[in-house]
């Protein structure tokens, strides 16, 4: 049995364009990044900035309000007539 014959498919030249087009698109991104004079990994984050209002105090703990209460009424049971 042949390889087209079991399912595999011999690449397209659409298939070779396409991964020439990733590879040369993947090298010049990673050339150009090679060459910038940023260096955007070891970069030093900014400062915080700072505190413009002070706060009110530590928070006060808030009191709970009280559980609902719930009257339950017996039902009278069936005599069965």
Not at 10 to 35: D, E, F, K, Q, Y
Not at 45 to 65: A, F, I, L, N, S
Request: aromatic residues 2%; hydrophobic residues 35%.
């Amino acid at each position: 049995m042949s390889a087209v014959e079991g399912g595999a498919h011999r690449p397209t030249r659409s298939t070779w364009l396409r991964a020439a087009a990733v590879v040369a698109i993947t090298g010049t991104i990673t050339l150009a990044a090679a060459c910038s004079e940023d260096d955007v990994v070891d970069t030093v984050p900014p400062p915080w900035p700072t505190r413009t209002v002070t706060p009110d105090g530590p928070p006060v703990p808030r009191t709970p309000e009280p559980a609902p209460t719930s009257t339950i009424i017996p039902v009278p049971a069936s005599t069965g007539t």
